[in-house]
């Protein structure tokens, strides 16, 4: 196998040779992230599968990660760029540690952190292609915040990427409040899960939930959802369906 | 020690007198003339030299008052700081382990007018002597702001000063906009601290002649830190710099354990006692004194004349009404006890 060392082509956008360095399209793609604050944190949901194109080619992948003592990070989009990412925030977290002077960054350090990143790499159109989820607890306090492949930002009491800012916010803006409880919480969450299964093309029965609070994190084992095929529509899927229209 | 060093303790002498003296011993130092221009070489130990007068806080290289330059005459002479042939490179060792440019560098910084700060659990005060070079001019600026939460004091080369409070303020700003976040002091110091050793190792460079006293909040409280020309930052409970500092220090060392627990108000008060320490004998006005708080809750800012003019008031109320009526009353400041009641006044010295 042969490794190729990277090559700096300078400048990405005007450099003929540098077009290949620079990222256009994503190939190993993760489908939605669905997090919500509740009572004692935050909680944050996604399923294990990796898309390559139309191909559900992946189904181990684990889309939610621990950052330092207070943060969660969940991505959808390319894959290798959200390991990329989880590079720079270990040599982040690995930086503040080492200073070992009672500050540690906070998820609203690392929200902004990651939001200049994707920012500065949109400036020079070679994105992350990602969107990713930021959530966590520090000194009682919850955050959760979305940064998008262009930089853009925001904090909210509940987000989702992807395919869920359509299927799911619409359920969580109904159903959210302040106090839910952690089993309150995780059925709201496989309640949207449940829905994407149902209908977005890249998602798989396979799920994780990650809870943060001031304690820690803990990441929950695989799981599935329990699917309904039975309902009359989907006995004879055509049968609306006459003629050419 | 030598009874010839007597003369200095007073103060006292004028040019004519301290040169006298000087020739009366053999000891080799250096001295530079008030008032005359004068440079003095002397031989001695480490061969003839001839010194310039160092260069004071305010730049334009003038004389100072006479009795605070007798003072640094005094502490020199007591120190016994000679020429010697191993202080001309910063990267000259000496056969003692001493860096000498960089310990003539901490010199520098005891040239500057006083800068004082105390801290609380909650607040850090910072203070400053304000001397002008004349009447005709303002004074120095020597208390900075360089983000809501740090504040800056410093003593010595107000250029250097200067130029470090520009790097502070550089590295605040670019950690608040990266990470929306206040950088905590503790981690300015350490790269302050960094940037000063890098010129205590390059034969290209020469180290910074400014003290600084960073005063500013972290997650875990507020805290006051002392930035040397050495590369070296300690942090402190209370601290002095600059010249007359021994005066301040000695005031903030008998009361530095009550301070954690101070209130904000007690804490401002302290550092206007101990600022006034500094002036010794010099009536304490507010003109004469520039006083910056910041704490929880409280972004840094600097306290009107007004404010620190009712506080100078609360305890120099007894001393003024006597320096009026010239009676021979006891001055008592609140603060200071144990001087007895009938023995003492506040008269000015007799330069």
Partial sequence: MTFTIPIDNGDALKNAEAD????LYPYVTGTSIVAIKYKD???MASDMG?????????????????IGKHSLLGASGEISDFQEILRYLDELVLNDNMWDDGNSLGPKEVHNYLTRVMYNRRNKFNPLWNTLVLGGVKNGESYLGMVSMI????????????FGNHLARPILRDEWRADLSFEDGVKLLEKCMRVLLYRDRSAI????IAKITEEGVTVSQPYS????WEFQAFHNPTAGAQGSW | MDPNFKLFDTCDLDTQGLIAALNATTDAFYVSGAGLGLRIETAGCGGLTRKEPPERETTAGKRKASDEEEEEEEERLNKKMFRNQYDTDVTTWSPTGRLFQVEYAMEAVKQGSAAIGLRSRSHVVLACVNKAQSELSSHQKKI???????????????????????YMRSEAINHSFTYESPLPVGRLVVHLADKAQVCTQRSWKRPYGVGLLVGGLDE????????????????YQAFAIGSRSQAAKTYLERRFESFADSSREDLIKDAILAVRETLQGETLKSSLCTVSVLGVGEPFHFLDQETIQNVIDTFEKVADEEEGEGEAEPAAPAEEGGDGTGDQDVAPMET
């Fill in chain 1, 50 to 66: 990796g898309s390559y194109g139309s191909t559900l080619r992946y189904k181990n992948i684990e889309r939610v990660k621990a």
């Fill in chain 2, 144 to 166: 900075f702001k360089v983000d809501d939460h740090i504040g800056v004091a410093i003593a010595g080369l107000t250029a250097d000063g200067r130029v470090l409070s520009r």
């Fill in chain 1, 41 to 43: 944190g935050v909680l």
């Fill in chain 1, 225 to 228: 959802l329990k699917t309904f």
């Fill in chain 1, 20 to 23: 290949s360095q620079r990222t």
């Fill in chain 1, 151 to 162: 930089g853009v930002s925001f904090e909210d009491n509940h987000v989702a990427t992807g």
């Fill in chain 2, 220 to 235: 875990s409280g507020a805290h006051l830190y002392y930035n040397c020309p050495s590369g070296n930052y300690f942090e």
């Fill in chain 1, 205 to 208: 029965n396979k799920l994780q």
